[in-house]
Every structure is written in structure tokens, then in C-alpha cells.
């Protein structure tokens, strides 16, 4: 180290010595972080990111909106507290959109979401969806009778092909992947037409659904190909426009003959719109609260699944609480706190003897109980938990045993299992060597001699344990405490499996919705508030016992 002319410290590098020190420090740094990046990133990628997904998933409401997307624009012009049903442009978007969900098979997708919000709205959709073509063919029958042209794919190949229209395709594949979640890239072989595009909007929409469909997801050739019914549908949404007739009638393009021949027996084409066939296909598409239904849930934010999470549901008149009958998940999480304290009482209470005859008795004798104490570990929950199902139940081992020594009648056998006393003793066996554990930690610390000590100044052994003891083996407790009731709180497989229908969880309904119902947005809000509420926990205890003082021992 030394001084330049200017009074600067030099390292022996010839540096300054701060710019060296800091440049010192920096690579430790950096060694450091190379050294738990590893961990870091598991944590992240295991951990982070699964929370942030299911934070994400509780509020996502993608389905209704990348479905239905020309239904929702046009539905959100509807005023819902007239009563009456919306208008036909609402239908007429209803029909492009459901017809192209029912080709990719998103409407029982699109179903099944709506269903989770008004029972019936599923099969709505299922038996709509097989009357789509019956719909379409209203269309397509008589205008291959006016002319013979319009049963030819190649004929409307050739009248929908064009140039300038780019941008409406790549807007109708932008749709297409907004709703499979698929990339729909490739080479469509057809643009349509700019001109025909904007005298036949609806036509040249529903064919380039076709047509992306037909070359991307078939692979066929779109000119081969005849269009589907909801083509010849939209033409004729197209023909019930006045400005539309008068452009065909100034139209000198390929299918021009046709489409003026179209024009000139108008009358043959249905006069019915299409709300009145989708009427006929379900009257439910009449009613108000299925229009109301759907646009509430429009929106790709949604507080619904958090709402239903707490027995609330979102109506277009605001929230609201759901029907008695209905209302199970605010019980659901009182039931699970409330077991998850018994199960740590009783941890405490069993656990706590346990773990004083460990930290007091001879080494050798202390380690061969400690392995009694692991040995459940050694054995999968699966099993352990099925042992007691064994043990519980009525012809079981325990019920036996009662009724050989009198205690219980034959005709009185206990109900242990199937119910939350099941549970509860389970879950107290399972989860009993996390008390244990940390409990013994902090009492291997506590010195004998302050007991002895504490005797010796005329002390009772209840008053040397309760003031000299027992408030050295606290943070032990506190440890214990807030492993096993997170643990109780989150666990499935043993309230599932001894638990019944009083005995299960908040964990067991989540599981439900992820495995059966398939409602991750409800499960995924379920797991959330339950996450906030072990926070919260967390946060209280830290607040009035001071996390500073839980500790494993040492």
C-alpha cells in the first residue's frame, strides 16, 4: 500500500484503495450468489412461481371473452334489467363465434365455465352446439336452389379470394389462437378480398374462419373444400343489409351472377332471424339471466371465484350471499382452523412428556426412544393412515379391545372414524413428531441444576417446573405450534381418508376442484385465502409472542 502525489491510497495493484476495496467486496458477493443460486432458483421455480400462478389463475376469466369475442362486444350494449333478451345482433355474433367453438370443441370448455356460475348453461351449450349446422343449412338449402354455383368450393374460393385483405385474416387467426391456446402459424393459402369483405363483412369473416380452420388445423386445401354452414349463414345476415343488396347490385366481380340472382329471390331465403332459431333450438337463449350470466363474466378479471370462495356470488344486481344451501366454504374454513388448533392442543399435551423423558433421561436410553419417535417416518402416510382406519373403525381393533374389557357394549361400539374424532387422532399420531422434535431442541438446553436450584430455595417441584422450567421450553412450543398447524391445515390425504363428511377439510375441497370439477379458478382462490389466512396467522403471532423467539434449540 501506498500514497500518491495527490494524497490518494493506492492499493498494491496501483489502484486507489477504495475502488479496490469495493471491487473486493463485489466478487465476494458474487461468489456468495453463484453459491445459493442453485437454491434460489429451485425456490423460484418451485415455490415463486407455482404461488404466483395460483394468485394469477383465482382472478382469470379468459374463457367467456377469447370465445366469445364478437358476442361480448355486441352484448355489452344489452341492458340486462329490461328483461327482455338482446337484440339480433347479439345472436348473429353468438352464431359465428359458438359455430367456430364447436368446430375447435371449446363450447363444452366455454360450458363448463359458465356452469360454474348457473347450473345448466353447460348442457346449453353442448345441445346448441350439435344444432349449428341444422341452423346454417336454413341458409344454405335455398340459396343452392336459386343457384348451383353456391354448392361449388371452389365457386367460393374464387368470390371470397382477393387481395387486401390481410388484415382481416390475421385478425380472424389472432381469434382462432386467443381461444385454442394453439399458434394456428402457417400458410393459409387464401386472402380475401378487400372488396368483397366490405359488401359481404359477415360472409368474408366466417369464411376466413374457414378457411384458417381448413388449411392450419386440417391441413386440406381451402379451394377444394365446401364452406361450412355458418358461410352461408353469414351470407345471409349479409342479404338482409340494404346497403350490402345495393352494392351487389354494382358489383361486377367473380360470383357476381350469383349473388345478384341471390339478391333477386330474396324472398326464398328464411325470414326468421337467427334469434328466433336459436329460440328453437333452446328457449333458454331467451332468457335474460343467461344473457346476464354471461355478461357478467365477460370481463378477463374476475372477483367471482373469490366471492364463491367465501359463500358470496357475483349477480347483476351486485354481490350477493349465496343460498343456505349452498353455503359450505365458510364452515369448511372454520372447521379446518378449529381442528387444526385440537390437533395441535393435542400435539402439545402428548408431545410435551414425550419430549421432557428425551431431554432428561441417560444419552442411551433418550436415543433409543428418539427412533421410536422417527420410526413413523419411515413408514409412507398412506399406509399409516390406512392403518387407522383399520383401528377406528366399528369391527376395528380398538372398538374390539373396548368391548373384551366392558367398557363399551356390543350394540354401542364407538363411531371413531368417518367423522372429525377420526381426524383429529390420526392427524395427532401423524403430525405428533413435529412437537416432539422441536420441543426436545429447547429442552436439552435448559440446564438441570436451575430445577435443582430452584428446589434448594424451598420450591415445590410443580412451582420449580410452572416458573423455572416450563417458560425456558416456550419457544420450543412456539415452534412446534406453527409447524404442526400449518401442516394440520394443508393436509389431504388423512382427512380424506378417515374424515367422511364432518371430518375433512378446506385441502379436501380444493382437491375436489382441481381432480373432479375441474374448477381450478375456484380452487385456486380457495388456496389463496387459505394462504392469506396462515399469513395473517403468522403475522399475529409474530405481533404478540415475537417470532424472534421461536427457536429449535441451541
Same mark, same amino acid.
Given at each position: ?193 378487400? $372488396? *368483397? +369483405?366490405?359488401?359481404? !363483412? /359477415?360472409? %368474408?369473416?366466417?369464411? =376466413?374462419?374457414?378457411?384458417?380452420? @381448413?388449411?392450419? &388445423?386440417?391441413?386440406? $386445401? *381451402? +379451394?377444394?373444400?365446401? !364452406? /361450412?354452414? %355458418?358461410?352461408?349463414? =353469414?351470407?345471409?345476415?349479409?342479404? @338482409?343489409?340494404? &346497403?350490402?343488396?345495393?352494392?351487389? +347490385? ?5 360470383? %357476381? ?298
Amino acid at each position: 500500500m501506498s500514497e500518491s502525489t495527490d494524497g490518494v491510497v493506492l492499493a498494491a495493484d496501483g489502484r486507489p484503495l477504495k475502488q479496490s476495496l469495493r471491487r473486493a467486496l463485489m466478487r465476494q458477493k458474487m461468489r456468495a450468489l453463484m453459491l445459493v443460486a442453485p437454491l434460489l432458483i429451485f425456490v423460484v421455480v418451485t415455490f415463486i412461481v407455482p404461488i404466483i400462478s395460483m394468485l394469477f389463475r383465482s382472478v382469470e376469466n379468459d374463457i367467456v371473452p377469447n370465445t366469445l369475442p364478437g358476442t361480448v362486444v355486441e352484448l355489452a350494449e344489452w341492458d340486462g334489467s329490461t328483461g327482455v333478451p338482446p337484440e339480433e345482433g347479439v345472436f348473429r355474433n353468438l352464431y359465428i363465434d359458438l359455430f367456430k367453438a364447436e368446430e375447435a370443441k371449446q363450447h363444452t370448455r366455454l360450458g363448463t365455465r359458465l356452469n360454474y356460475e348457473k347450473t345448466g348453461l353447460s348442457s346449453l351449450m353442448r345441445t346448441t352446439g350439435r344444432g349449428l349446422d341444422d341452423i346454417g343449412e336454413e341458409w344454405q338449402d335455398p340459396l343452392e336452389d336459386i343457384d348451383a354455383n353456391f354448392k361449388d368450393g371452389a365457386f367460393w374460393f374464387d368470390m371470397m379470394s382477393g387481395s387486401g385483405g390481410e388484415e382481416l385474416l390475421e385478425e380472424r387467426r389472432d381469434l382462432w389462437v386467443a381461444m385454442t391456446g394453439e399458434s394456428m402459424a402457417g400458410d393459409v393459402g387464401f386472402v380475401p378480398s378487400a $372488396e *368483397v +369483405a366490405n359488401m359481404l !363483412p /359477415w360472409t %368474408a369473416r366466417a369464411y =376466413a374462419d374457414f378457411a384458417i380452420w @381448413t388449411a392450419i &388445423a386440417d391441413e386440406d $386445401e *381451402v +379451394a377444394k373444400e365446401d !364452406p /361450412w354452414e %355458418a358461410v352461408y349463414g =353469414a351470407l345471409g345476415m349479409d342479404l @338482409t343489409n340494404p &346497403a350490402t343488396i345495393s352494392a351487389i +347490385a354494382s358489383y361486377n366481380g367473380s360470383g %357476381a351472377d350469383a349473388l345478384k340472382t341471390a339478391v333477386a329471390n330474396i324472398d326464398q331465403l328464411p325470414k326468421q332471424g337467427f334469434r328466433e332459431f336459436f329460440a328453437a333450438e333452446n328457449e333458454d337463449w331467451l332468457s335474460p339471466e343467461v344473457w346476464a350470466t354471461i355478461k357478467l363474466y365477460s370481463d378477463r378479471i374476475t372477483s367471482g371465484y373469490f366471492l364463491n370462495a367465501v359463500d358470496l356470488q357475483l349477480t347483476p344486481e351486485g354481490v350477493e350471499l349465496k343460498p343456505d344451501n349452498e353455503q359450505i366454504y365458510t364452515q369448511l374454513f372454520m372447521r379446518t382452523l378449529y381442528m387444526a388448533l385440537i390437533i395441535t392442543a393435542s400435539c402439545i399435551l402428548l408431545g410435551y412428556p414425550v419430549a421432557w423423558l428425551l431431554a432428561n433421561l441417560p444419552m442411551r436410553t433418550a436415543s433409543l426412544l428418539m427412533i421410536l419417535v422417527l420410526l413413523p417416518f419411515w413408514t409412507s402416510l398412506l399406509v399409516r393412515t390406512s392403518a387407522w382406519k383399520v383401528l377406528l373403525q366399528q369391527q376395528g381393533v380398538i372398538n374390539e379391545i373396548l368391548v373384551w374389557l366392558g367398557f363399551v357394549n356390543d350394540a354401542d361400539r364407538l363411531i371413531l372414524m368417518n367423522n372429525a374424532t377420526g381426524t383429529v387422532i390420526a392427524m395427532t399420531h401423524i403430525l405428533l413428531p413435529f412437537m416432539i422434535l422441536p420441543l426436545y431442541s429447547v429442552m436439552k438446553t435448559i440446564p438441570p441444576s436451575y430445577l435443582r436450584a430452584a428446589k434448594s430455595l424451598g420450591a415445590t417441584n410443580w412451582t420449580a417446573f410452572w416458573r423455572v422450567y416450563f417458560p425456558q421450553s416456550v419457544p420450543g412450543i412456539g415452534a412446534g405450534s406453527i409447524l404442526v398447524f400449518i401442516l394440520a391445515i394443508g393436509y389431504y390425504i388423512t382427512p380424506e381418508i378417515v374424515g367422511g363428511t364432518s371430518g375433512v377439510f378446506i385441502s379436501n375441497r380444493i382437491a375436489y376442484h382441481i381432480s373432479s370439477s375441474l374448477n381450478w379458478g375456484l380452487a385456486a382462490a380457495l388456496g389463496s385465502i387459505l394462504l392469506i389466512v396462515v399469513l395473517g396467522l403468522y403475522w399475529c403471532y409474530d405481533k404478540i409472542v415475537g417470532i424472534d423467539n421461536v427457536k429449535l434449540g441451541g
